[in-house]
């Protein structure tokens, strides 16, 4: 890990856990109130149906391979994040477009 890249507080965390010093003050409640607020997160329910390019999904297809991932989990993962505003339109910026 580069460590260069860290803030002092996740340096002096990721010190702390790699040293065996950590100790987490998770309680029970808050431990039971993240996973389901992740199960929430993370469940699929609902389906739709897309045309794509061929070349579009080889790419996809390609890249879910390189990231070792099925390539429709890679889908949702993109849409998520851009509807999050986690993802941008790199385009758009280099065309003076808002993105």
């Known amino acids: 890990m580069n460590k260069e890249k860290l803030s002092q507080e996740e340096k002096t ?3 702390a856990v790699e040293s065996g010093k950590y100790e987490s003050t998770l ?6 109130e993240l996973e389901a607020a992740a199960n929430l997160t993370f469940k699929k329910d609902k389906r739709i149906n ?3 390019s061929n070349r579009d999904l080889v790419a996809i297809q ?6 070792g991932i099925p390539y429709q989990t890679l889908v949702s993962s993109i849409i998520h994040k851009y509807i999050s505003g986690s993802l941008q339109d790199l385009t758009a910026r280099k065309s003076g477009k808002p993105g």
């Open 13 to 15: 965390l990721l010190d």
């Open 27 to 32: 309680t029970k409640s808050r431990r039971k």
């Open 50 to 52: 897309i045309r794509i």
């Open 62 to 67: 390609s890249r879910a391979i390189e990231e």
